[in-house]
């Protein structure tokens, strides 16, 4: 079945370039461009996927994306121009599921739009099928179970684990994580955050195959920071 997305983008130009490259990757497009048509539209036509500018005539994407958030759970990649801006919306938590920079790369963002896509169909199906269980925490053994099988985290791990999946489908930026997580003040870099989330993210892959269960736990969201999957 044919997918739509629906661009929300007032520069022509950019919005044509992307609708060129969604539409040899089999989506069906539908540009708008002006904020004050994207709401109703969506209403009406309920699209697949939204990219949505943050600057935009009418309406900007920050309120368009929390008016949406309130009668619609359609993926939402917020497109900003400024890099520094990524981190504040993230703050915001306006409940948009990626977000990406301007200049980006067409490519890259067809396979960011398909990727949501898929981990949004993923989390259809597993509502619909077998409950794939539930990571649960144990704070006195600094570990993690999931079914019958359990894994020893370090820590850093553990904590890293317990903030993610606190507040599952929210996207956290490094320094958000290094700010829950190291109370010190000690100076960590957002590599250290990588380094960690990778070795977490092993050890959950080990625990799926234990468990004989399938989920990314973790997902990182390119250039942004990390969430724990719905
Ligand atoms: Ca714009």
Known sequence: ?????????????LAELLADYLRQAQYRIHIIDNGLEVVD??????????????MLPGMDGLEICREL??????????VTAKVEEIDRLIGL???????????FSPRELVIRVRNLLRR????????SGDAPGRLR????????????????????EFELLRVLSAHPGKIFSRDMLIDRIYSDHRIVSGRTIDSHIKKLRVKLERLNELAGVEKDWIVSIYGVGYKAER
């Open 1 to 13: 079945m044919t997918q739509t997305v629906l661009i929300v983008e007032d520069e022509p130009k």
């Open 41 to 54: 539209w969506v209403k009406a036509e309920r699209p697949d996927l939204v990219l949505l500018d943050v």
């Open 69 to 78: 958030r309130t009668f619609s759970n359609v993926p939402v990649i917020m």
């Open 93 to 103: 938590e306006l409940g948009a599921d990626d977000y990406v920079c301007k200049p």
């Open 120 to 127: 949004m169909g993923a989390g259809t199906q597993e509502n």
């Open 137 to 156: 925490l144990n704070q006195d053994a600094i570990s993690v179970q999931l079914g019958e099988q359990a894994l020893s985290l370090t820590k850093i």
